[in-house]
C-alpha cells in the first residue's frame, strides 16, 4: 500500500488538473451536445447526473484508474468477505451482511454471522408489531403512544434521519422523539409532552458508555420510577439496544429488552441493526424491509458494476478530483426534499467520522487532503442563505443536489415550483453569467452606461461550481436504503484512495477522556492550576459564578 500521490496515475491527473483547471464547464457543455447522456447513470429509481463536473471522459478513466490501481475492488471484496479491515480495532466491517436479503451467509472474521442477524431483526419486528397491534402496554395497561430514543452520534443521527424522511411512511398514532443531547434542556422538553405510562424509552448505545447517553438515561429512568412504584413495571417501559448487554442488564434493563448489535457494526453505520428500533416502530416491519432492500441492491451494484459505471466509485473519484487536484475544502449537501432535513447531519458523521484523519494505514502522517468539511441544509432554504457564497464566492464548493420527481402528497403548485429551483440553481452554478449577459440585461433594464459600468462587477457570477444531481422517483424507503448505501460506500472508497481506515473513530476519545477527568473536578469544586491558562480561567470563573448546587 502506498502513498497515493506516488503513483503515476496520480502525476498524469496533476497534468490533467492543470489544463482543465482553466476550462469552463459551459464550453465543455458547447463541445458535446452527448455530455449529460455520456456523464449520467441510471439505476433503479435513481438517476445520477454527474455531467455538471469540472471533468472530460480521459479524466474520469484516469480518476477510476487510481481507484482501480489503489486496491477498491481488493479492498470491496475483503470487507465484504468480512476480514477485519478495520485494523486498529482488529474487527470486521459487515453493515451490508444487515441487509443480505438473500439468504446468503455472511462472515465476520470466519465467522457466520447470518443466522444471529435474521434471529435479532426477528425480535425487533416482534417487539416493533407489538406495539402497533397495541399488545405490549405500559403499567397502567395501556397502550404505548410515544417512543423515545435516548443515543448519540450513529446511535441518534441514522435513526433520526430516516423517521423523519419516511414521515409519510409512520404509524401517525405514534410519535417517536430522539434525544441526544446532554444539556438537560432536551430531555426536559421531551418529557414535558409525555405521560409515563404510555411511553417506551429506548437506550440506544453500542457500547453502554457514552456520558450522554447514560445520563439522559439515567433522568429518564428516575422520571418513569418516580411515577411507577416497582422495578417490574419498569419493564414495559425501558429497553436497549447495545453491543454491551452486561452494561444495560447492570443499568436495570430486563434481558429479554436487550437488543443485540455487535463489533463489526460501526456505530454510523448501524441503522440497519437494532439501533434501527425507532426506525421499525416508526414506519413498520415492511417498510423497513424495503430499506433494507434499497441498500442491499446498492451494494449488488458495488460489488458488481464495473467501476467505470458503479455510482459509489464515481461519487468517490469525482470528489477526490476536488479534495485533492482542485484543494476544495469542503462538499455541500442539498437535498430539495423537506423531509430529508437531517440527511446532511447524518453524512456529517458518516463522512467526517470516517474520513477525518490524517494517519494512513501504516501510521504514517499522511502529506495529502484527506476527508473535507460537509456541511448542507435543505436546498431551498440553503438558496435564501448560503448559496451567495457558493455563486459568487472565492471557494470552489462541490455540491449534491437530491430531488424527488414526485413528492408522497404531490400539489403541482409547489412541487413544479420546487424543481424549477434545482434545476436551475444546478444551471446556474454551472454556467455563471458573463459580462455580456450582464450588460445586455442591465441595458435591458434601461441603465445608463455609466450605471452599466459601476454595477457590472457585482452582477458577474463565474459559474464553473461543479455539481451532482440525484433525482428519484420519490422518497420511498426503498429508495432512501439505496441513497444512503450509495454514500456509506463512497465513503469506503475515498477511505481506501487515500489509505485510511475509514472505520475507527480514536479522534473522538480525548475530548471524552478529558471532560471526564474536568467532571471529576467540577465535582470537587476546588480551583483549578492544573490546565493551561485559558482552560483553568474558564473553569475557575465557572466555578465562582455557578449558582449553589448546580
Ligand atoms: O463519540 C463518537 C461516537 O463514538 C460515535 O462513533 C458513536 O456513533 C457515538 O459516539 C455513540 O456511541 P455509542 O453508540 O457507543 O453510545
Given at each position: 500500500m502506498i502513498n497515493p500521490t506516488t503513483r503515476?496515475?496520480?502525476?498524469?491527473?496533476?497534468?490533467?488538473?492543470?489544463?482543465?483547471?482553466?476550462?469552463?464547464?459551459?464550453?465543455?457543455?458547447?463541445?458535446?451536445?452527448?455530455?449529460?447522456?455520456?456523464?449520467?447513470?441510471?439505476?433503479?429509481?435513481?438517476?445520477?447526473?454527474?455531467?455538471?463536473?469540472?471533468?472530460?471522459?480521459?479524466?474520469?478513466?484516469?480518476?477510476?484508474?487510481?481507484?482501480?490501481?489503489?486496491?477498491?475492488?481488493?479492498?470491496r471484496d475483503r470487507m465484504f468477505a468480512g476480514e477485519p479491515i478495520n485494523h486498529t480495532e482488529g474487527r470486521s466491517v459487515q453493515h451490508a451482511a444487515l441487509r443480505e436479503r438473500l439468504g446468503k451467509p455472511s462472515?465476520?472474521?470466519?465467522?457466520?454471522?447470518?443466522?444471529?442477524?435474521?434471529?435479532?431483526?426477528?425480535?425487533?419486528?416482534?417487539?416493533?408489531?407489538?406495539?402497533?397491534?397495541?399488545?405490549?402496554?405500559?403499567?397502567?395497561?395501556?397502550?404505548?403512544?410515544?417512543?423515545?430514543?435516548?443515543?448519540i452520534g450513529g446511535s441518534h443521527l441514522g435513526p433520526l434521519m430516516v423517521t423523519e424522511a419516511l414521515r409519510p411512511y409512520t404509524f401517525h398514532d405514534l410519535k417517536i422523539h430522539y434525544v441526544n443531547n446532554i444539556d438537560e434542556n432536551h430531555i426536559n422538553n421531551t418529557l414535558e409532552t409525555l405521560?409515563?405510562?404510555?411511553?417506551?424509552?429506548?437506550?440506544?448505545?453500542?457500547?453502554?458508555?457514552?456520558?450522554?447517553?447514560?445520563?439522559?438515561?439515567?433522568?429518564?429512568?428516575?422520571?418513569?420510577?418516580?411515577?411507577?412504584?416497582?422495578?417490574?413495571?419498569?419493564?414495559?417501559?425501558?429497553?436497549?439496544?447495545?453491543?454491551?448487554?452486561?452494561?444495560?442488564?447492570a443499568f436495570g434493563v430486563a434481558p429479554e429488552n436487550i437488543f443485540k448489535m455487535w463489533d463489526w457494526v460501526g456505530g454510523r453505520y448501524s441503522l440497519w441493526s437494532a439501533i434501527g428500533l425507532s426506525i421499525v416502530i416508526a414506519i413498520g416491519t415492511e417498510n423497513f424491509d424495503a430499506l433494507l432492500e434499497g441498500a442491499n441492491e446498492v451494494d449488488m451494484h458495488f460489488r458488481t458494476a464495473p467501476l467505470e459505471r458503479n455510482i459509489p466509485v464515481l461519487m468517490a473519484v469525482l470528489g477526490v478530483w476536488y479534495n485533492n487536484f482542485f484543494n476544495?475544502?469542503?462538499?455541500?449537501?442539498?437535498?430539495?426534499?423537506?423531509?430529508?432535513?437531517?440527511?446532511?447531519?447524518?453524512?456529517?458523521?458518516?463522512?467526517?467520522?470516517?474520513?477525518?484523519?490524517?494517519?494512513?494505514?501504516?501510521?504514517?502522517?499522511?502529506?495529502?487532503?484527506?476527508?473535507?468539511?460537509?456541511?448542507?441544509?435543505?436546498?431551498?432554504?440553503?438558496?435564501?442563505?448560503?448559496?451567495?457564497?457558493?455563486?459568487?464566492?472565492?471557494?470552489?464548493?462541490?455540491?449534491?443536489?437530491?430531488?424527488?420527481?414526485?413528492?408522497?402528497?404531490?400539489?403541482?403548485i409547489h412541487h413544479r415550483a420546487l424543481m424549477s429551483n434545482i434545476f436551475?440553481?444546478?444551471?446556474?452554478?454551472?454556467?455563471?453569467?458573463?459580462?455580456?449577459?450582464?450588460?445586455?440585461?442591465?441595458?435591458?433594464?434601461?441603465?445608463?452606461?455609466?450605471?452599466?459600468?459601476?454595477?457590472?462587477?457585482?452582477?458577474?457570477?463565474?459559474?464553473?461550481?461543479?455539481?451532482?444531481?440525484?433525482?428519484?422517483?420519490?422518497?420511498?424507503?426503498?429508495?432512501l436504503g439505496s441513497l444512503i448505501a450509495l454514500y456509506e460506500h463512497k465513503i469506503f472508497v475515498q477511505g481506501v484512495i487515500w489509505n485510511l481506515?475509514?472505520?475507527?473513530?480514536?479522534?473522538?476519545?480525548?475530548?471524552?477522556?478529558?471532560?471526564t477527568e474536568i467532571l471529576h473536578e467540577l465535582n470537587k469544586g476546588e480551583l483549578v492550576e492544573s490546565h493551561d491558562c485559558s482552560t483553568n480561567g474558564l473553569i475557575n470563573y465557572y466555578l465562582k459564578m455557578r449558582p449553589e448546587n448546580d
Open positions: 503515476p496515475v496520480w502525476k498524469a491527473l496533476e497534468n490533467e488538473f492543470k489544463r482543465m483547471e482553466s476550462v469552463h464547464m459551459r464550453d465543455l457543455f458547447k463541445q458535446d451536445a452527448k455530455r449529460f447522456e455520456r456523464l449520467s447513470i441510471k439505476f433503479n429509481d435513481i438517476l445520477f447526473d454527474y455531467s455538471k463536473n469540472r471533468i472530460d471522459v480521459g479524466i474520469m478513466e484516469l480518476l477510476v484508474d487510481l481507484a482501480r490501481e489503489c486496491g477498491v475492488e481488493q479492498w462472515y465476520a472474521d470466519g465467522v457466520e454471522i447470518s443466522r444471529e442477524i435474521e434471529s435479532e431483526l426477528k425480535r425487533v419486528k416482534t417487539l416493533a408489531e407489538s406495539i402497533h397491534t397495541r399488545k405490549w402496554r405500559g403499567f397502567t395497561n395501556q397502550p404505548i403512544t410515544d417512543v423515545v430514543n435516548i443515543g405521560k409515563p405510562q404510555n411511553t417506551l424509552f429506548i437506550i440506544a448505545s453500542k457500547s453502554f458508555t457514552t456520558q450522554d447517553t447514560l445520563v439522559n438515561a439515567q433522568t429518564a429512568r428516575e422520571w418513569l420510577l418516580g411515577r411507577i412504584d416497582n422495578e417490574i413495571d419498569l419493564r414495559n417501559h425501558l429497553v436497549a439496544v447495545t453491543a454491551n448487554t452486561q452494561a444495560a442488564q476544495a475544502e469542503s462538499i455541500a449537501i442539498l437535498p430539495y426534499d423537506q423531509n430529508m432535513h437531517r440527511f446532511p447531519a447524518y453524512l456529517q458523521q458518516a463522512d467526517m467520522e470516517s474520513n477525518g484523519k490524517c494517519t494512513d494505514r501504516q501510521g504514517r502522517v499522511v502529506n495529502y487532503q484527506t476527508g473535507p468539511v460537509l456541511f448542507g441544509e435543505i436546498g431551498i432554504a440553503s438558496q435564501h442563505a448560503f448559496y451567495q457564497l457558493l455563486h459568487q464566492g472565492t471557494k470552489i464548493v462541490p455540491a449534491d443536489m437530491l430531488v424527488p420527481i414526485s413528492n408522497f402528497h404531490s400539489i403541482p436551475a440553481q444546478a444551471e446556474a452554478l454551472m454556467l455563471g453569467k458573463s459580462e455580456d449577459e450582464v450588460k445586455t440585461e442591465l441595458k435591458a433594464e434601461g441603465k445608463s452606461d455609466k450605471e452599466i459600468g459601476e454595477l457590472l462587477p457585482y452582477k458577474l457570477f463565474p459559474g464553473n461550481q461543479p455539481t451532482n444531481t440525484f433525482v428519484f422517483y420519490t422518497l420511498n424507503p426503498k429508495t481506515n475509514s472505520f475507527d473513530q480514536w479522534g473522538v476519545e480525548l475530548g471524552k477522556k478529558l471532560a
